[in-house]
């Protein structure tokens, strides 16, 4: 069955700062890779998404990266962290075509103060 | 771009109770939609998929109905227990450059009252 590793689960990190959490899937080959984020009160946003290695989409302009250096591997990276940037992050994937399921890891808590 | 919108944000009721949670989406040009539910602090759980071709999936005491035309999805859930208190999501999913991008609402906070 398929696994969604998410590390760290709570991360308090200081404005300006540098970020990067990991997102790693096991029992799946070459799944589709998503980034979404939730914010207090507001619904889960779409951040990035990965058809395959080294191929990212970015749906909304932001402060964040997002890279994908191996098949299983999905990276959400900040140069400089704003305030704005709190939030829960959740990775996701779901397998190739457009009728699959998608599953959710745990995710990670990001206050940035 | 797709809106999601969750009837009712909050809903209370007696263990036992039936129950539908709604959700209507503006982009009918959808390939699925899938409900979810999160626990506080949680990650999401997937609890049901139904591709566009299809009038309902059921998986237990859930059933989801999904009316692509006039932009809706239901969830009924039967008799209702303590343990299905969460937040339940609708994303209705949309293809993109190969990929199925999922849109969410704020959800329907459920609390099932012992």
């Known amino acids: 069955s398929q696994t969604i590793h998410q590390w760290p689960a709570t991360l308090v990190q200081p404005v300006g700062s540098p970020l990067s959490l990991e997102c790693t899937v096991e029992?799946?080959?070459?799944?589709?890779l998503y980034w979404y984020r939730q914010a207090a009160g507001r619904g889960l946003q779409l951040l990035f998404y990965?058809?395959?290695?080294?191929?990212i989409s970015s749906e909304v302009p932001q402060n964040l990266s997002a890279s994908r250096p191996q098949d299983r591997q999905f990276i959400l990276s900040s140069k400089k962290l704003l305030l704005s940037d709190s939030g829960f992050y959740l990775c996701?994937?779901?397998?190739?075509?457009?009728?699959?399921?998608?599953?959710f890891g745990q995710g990670t808590r990001l206050t940035v103060v | 771009k797709q809106e999601v919108t969750q009837i009712p944000a909050a809903l209370s009721v007696p263990e036992g109770e039936n129950l539908v949670l709604n959700c209507s989406f503006t982009?009918?040009?959808?390939?699925?939609l899938q409900w979810f539910r999160q626990d506080p602090g949680k990650g999401l759980t997937s609890l049901l998929l139904?591709?566009?071709?299809?009038r309902e999936q059921t998986s237990g005491r859930l059933n989801a109905s999904l009316d692509k035309s006039s932009g809706r999805s239901t969830l009924y859930i039967a008799a209702s227990q303590p343990g299905d208190s969460a937040t339940y999501l609708c994303a209705p999913g949309r293809g993109q450059t190969g990929a199925n991008n999922l849109f969410f609402g704020t959800g329907t906070r459920l609390t099932v009252i012992p």
């Open positions: 996701a994937l779901q397998g190739q075509g457009f009728n699959t399921e998608a599953f």
């Open positions: 982009d009918s040009a959808i390939y699925n």
């Open positions: 029992g799946t080959s070459n799944p589709n």
């Open positions: 139904i591709q566009s071709s299809q």
């Open positions: 990965s058809v395959g290695i080294g191929q």
